[in-house]
């Protein structure tokens, strides 16, 4: 019986399979559903707060994030005021220092974070009375102690400095202002309005952004409405504070015609290009989705999508290009960006255009936008398995006013988005023309200047602020140098400074380094030995990366990569034109082009610009006008047949031996970012000669 069944089954299985199919015809999709999401509950404390419960008893943990719902604002000479209150919130309370703070945190193996504009808990179930409890103490008692606000603002100078070494964070800072003038989405800190901000200022600023009036307490996880209630009155029932600040912002800039703006980094081999304008789109809105689709096909979705397939695959301009929509209370903005090559500059320019202008000049096509919201449906489907998405959904649904089933039909409504519908955004939101920002070399100006409507290029400095343009120098290459040799040696004839250096036989320095790429501390080992021996190691813990050297004659460079390499003929060459301690000072006799470009002003300052090229690199060193202390350099060489940038900074110079040295840099080679700080110098010590071999 057992085998007739069995028999019967494959034959009805073989039947199927058997019938005649018309695989021309594609299958129609399911209707997309109406999605089953549990609403949130809502309830409000006498005090102005709103809480928003997302009850889930799946895992025994609790989350509870205290948002603020004030109007940001313009901070202007004091900008970066709210994110560096951030930073210090989490600092101590007057119960407790940063120190116990931490360890009680650890201690319940708990998160406890905070911003400019909320605080967020998370825990488990059982150990939530004693997480609440350190947070209600944070909102009640917080403690901004001069010492860690001195700490916090050195770590920032030294963040500024990065920045001024990051293309990316150039061009972010550029698109911020152009988009939006006198708007918060401008705010961007600079080392003058960092200098300008106060201790008392972040105690203000505290005041005035933390308040229970028109913020939102979303509690997330294993608790019931009951207990949701209770923790709230009992935690920030009695919270009170100054009424909520609003106020409306000023319109985001309309762009008129294309628009080119400059940031200047000089010896950059690639530009940053970013196509941008602000968007009069608010959340919840009805072209939101649509739009999203739109940013989906352009270049929002991977590999597949226009700019990708035209700029990477096609013309093979860049690595990567992508666009992105970001719609918000506060401003909203579209923007297409990558890095590519200086000679494609141009073109890169020209193609990011036509791709705007190509998608709102046609339909596109029923592969690209299936396959876009398909990709839209599938995150979003994985984003409903965190609890925290459906609090951050009824979040949303107060703040933005939406109704109430906006998450759940969002599907219908990405599923009936059409092909005209994605044009008519195109249509509606690129016809003004774009803000097209450039960061990159100045020789790349002269490529760029047919793309603006008028023909004037804006020129911005690393923060989006007006640059200033370059001006003469006053003296020249050489007593620049003889100025920066002055100012090292703190000497003041010929005379001086030869018998200083002359009593300088050798010269170690033990350097630490991080990168936030980089999981562990790097140890750095670096020897001079007059008059022209060099010899370098890298190491991580116990294990050495790196070493290299130069005996005055030959050196070599060990990695784990490539084991050994001498150094070449060509290597060799430029080496013996740039050796010494100072090797500027030399300069004069050792073959090395070099001269004084002139006075260039970074972050409000102004520094002599030198360049030198030894035939292997092209550098651009930048001396302080005042002090004539070195500054920043810029080093750009081949390696491998790649060009390789290196962007160094100094800061922190100290005396060791009557010698200025700097004490911490900040370094980006290719993208990594390194921040380092010389550990210790030691001058006419014991050095051991097998460095050099």
């Known amino acids: 019986m057992k085998k007739l069944l069995a028999i019967a089954a494959i034959s009805a299985i073989s039947g199927a399979y058997g019938q005649q199919l018309d695989r021309s015809v594609r299958p129609s999709a399911a209707p997309a559903p109406t999605i089953n999401i549990k609403n949130s509950q809502v309830f409000n404390l006498s005090n102005g707060i709103t809480v928003v419960l997302s009850e889930n008893h799946q895992l025994p943990r609790v989350s509870v994030n205290l948002v603020m719902g004030a109007t940001s604002r313009v901070e202007g000479d004091k900008a970066g005021l709210n994110q560096l209150m951030g930073q210090l919130l989490m600092s101590g309370t007057t119960n407790k220092s940063k120190d116990k703070l931490d360890s009680e945190i650890d201690n319940i193996g708990a998160t406890l974070t905070a911003d400019g504009n909320s605080i967020y808990l998370s825990c488990l179930t059982k150990h939530l009375p004693t997480g609440i409890g350190l947070m209600k103490d944070i909102v009640y008692n917080p403690l901004f102690p001069e010492s860690e606000f001195n700490r916090i603002k050195k770590q920032s100078e030294s963040s500024l400095l990065s920045t001024q070494s990051s293309p990316e964070e150039m061009s972010s800072n550029a698109e911020k202002k152009i988009n939006f003038p006198n708007h918060p989405n401008s705010n961007v800190m600079t080392s003058a309005t960092l200098a300008n901000i106060t201790n008392q200022d972040i105690i203000d600023e505290f005041k005035n952004q933390f308040t229970p009036d028109g913020s939102y307490l979303v509690i997330v996880g294993d608790i019931t409405p009951a207990q949701a209630k209770q923790l709230a009155n009992e935690a920030f029932g009695a919270w009170t504070g100054p009424k909520v600040y609003k106020a409306e912002l000023n319109d985001p800039a309309k762009v008129k015609g294309n628009r080119v703006v400059f940031v200047n980094k000089p010896g950059a081999v690639q530009s940053v290009i970013s196509v941008s304008f602000p968007l009069d789109i608010k959340p919840g809105a009805a072209d939101q989705i649509p739009l999203s689709v739109l940013n989906g ?172 343009e370059m001006i003469k120098a006053d003296i020249t290459a050489d007593q620049l140098i003889s100025n ?77 990569q490539t084991g050994t390499q001498e150094m070449t003929v060509e290597e060799l060459a430029a080496k013996k034109k740039s050796y010494g301690l100072f090797p500027e000072m030399n300069y004069s006799k050792s073959g090395m082009q070099y001269s004084i470009k002139g006075i260039e002003t970074v972050n409000g300052k102004q520094y002599y610009v030198l360049e030198s090229n030894d035939g292997e690199a092209k550098k651009t060193d930048y001396y302080d006008k005042t002090t004539f202390l070195k500054y920043k350099t810029v080093t750009i060489s081949q390696q491998e047949g790649q060009t390789v940038e290196s962007e160094r900074i100094l800061s922190d110079y100290k005396d060791v031996n009557g010698i200025l040295f700097p004490h911490k840099f900040t370094q980006s080679i290719s993208g990594l970012n390194l921040a380092g700080e010389i550990k210790s110098i030691q001058v006419n010590g014991t050095i051991d000669s097998k460095m050099f071999e």
């Open 297 to 468: 096909i352009l270049g929002g979705g991977g590999f597949g999508t226009r700019l990708m397939q035209n700029l990477r695959e096609d013309k093979a301009y860049t690595y990567g290009c992508y666009s992105d929509v970001q719609v918000t209370r506060e401003g909203s903005w579209m923007s297409a960006s990558g890095s590519f090559r200086n000679e494609v500059t141009d073109s890169a320019i020209t193609q990011l255009i036509y791709e705007f202008e190509n998608i709102s000049g046609s339909l596109v096509k029923d592969d690209e936008l299936s396959l876009t919201k398909s990709a839209m449906a599938g995150g979003f489907a994985r984003s409903l398995e965190s609890p925290q998405t459906i609090a951050r959904f009824a979040l949303n649904i107060i703040r933005n006013k939406l109704p109430e089933d906006y998450y759940k039909n969002y599907l219908r409504r990405l599923d009936a988005v059409s092909k005209d519908d994605v044009l008519e955004m195109a249509q509606k939101y690129f016809k003004n023309g774009f803000n097209i920002i450039v960061v990159g070399d100045e020789a790349v100006l002269s490529k760029i200047s047919k793309f603006d409507s008028d023909g004037v290029i804006e020129k911005l400095d690393a923060f989006g602020n007006p640059a200033i």
């Open 484 to 560: 920066y040799v002055k100012a090292v040696t703190q000497a003041t004839t010929d005379k001086a400074i030869a018998k200083k250096l002359k009593g300088i036989k050798s010269v170690k320095q033990e350097i630490s380094m991080t990168s936030e790429m980089i999981p562990a501390e790097l140890t750095a080992v670096d020897v001079f030995v007059a008059p022209n021996k060099e010899a370098q190691s890298l190491s991580m813990g116990k294990m050495q990366i790196q070493s290299s050297f130069y005996n005055g004659t030959k050196g070599a460079q060990t990695s784990m």
